[in-house]
């Protein structure tokens, strides 16, 4: 069992891993508990990158919570798409998709609870995207899906699922239920700068906004993090 989130959110604006991070599971029941994951220093837990592609932004920890304490749910690796399963499963611009996130305006004072979005894939590109990836720094060339749907602060690392219904192929009807795949992990969204008025007409203030785009980096990726050799000789 792995623990999967997105890299950046694992690392401190130099670029290198926290000496640890927290993550708080709920308990069953009622109730939750923080848990500390060394990440440097001794004990520190292995961080399973990408083993061929740096711009890949997936961090693969192992990590097996006592499931008689914490109340949790773990993704089979049948969940992940590959890039071959696009046309059997009929997946492209306008299947359906939501993530579950954190809601940092209401973190839960006793449990987490989980924010869910919905929307659509706005774009399954054939080339990679510019990313501005280190502030000030010069945009990195990445891999990623574009999704109709608002990411904000909290929902990097969050996991992506493809909803493929009755609809799934356009003019027609599907008969059987509904497919729900591990589409990616959510990266971030992307912003646009505009100017703001000012009296002071010396001084030019930019005002970003999230455009309703959100990048997702996808499960392929993170098929080849688990069976690489590295991992695999874990098992």
Do not use: C
């Not at 060394?38 to 961090?59: K, M």
């Amino acid at each position: 069992m792995y623990l999967v989130t997105a890299r950046h959110v694992l690392k401190d604006p130099a670029g290198q891993y926290h000496q640890s991070v927290w993550i708080r599971l709920n308990q069953k029941g009622t109730g939750s508990q923080m848990i500390e994951l060394p990440l440097a220093g001794n004990g520190a837990l292995h961080v399973y990158e990408h083993p061929t592609d740096p711009s890949v932004d997936l961090a693969v920890i192992p990590f097996a919570p006592n499931p008689a304490i914490f109340d949790f749910q773990f993704l089979p690796d049948e969940m992940l798409t590959t890039k071959e399963s696009f046309p059997e499963l009929h997946i492209s611009e306008g299947s359906d998709v939501f993530f579950t996130g954190l809601f940092v305006q209401f973190l839960g004072q006793a449990r987490n609870y989980p924010v869910t979005r919905f929307g659509r894939v706005a774009m399954v590109p054939d080339e990679r995207i510019q990313w501005p990836d280190a502030v000030g720094g010069p945009p990195e060339m990445v891999d990623v899906y574009l999704l109709e749907t608002q990411s904000f602060g909290g929902n990097s690392g969050s996991p992506v699922f493809f909803y493929l219904g009755a609809d799934r192929i356009p003019g027609s009807i599907y008969a059987g239920p509904p497919v729900i795949k591990l589409a990616g992990v959510m990266k971030g969204a992307f912003r646009d700068a505009s100017p703001l008025a000012m009296a002071n007409q010396n001084a030019i203030p930019l005002s970003f906004q999230n455009v309703g785009i959100a990048a997702v980096v996808p499960s392929y990726h993170l098929h080849e993090i688990l069976f690489s050799d590295p991992v695999k000789s874990l098992k």
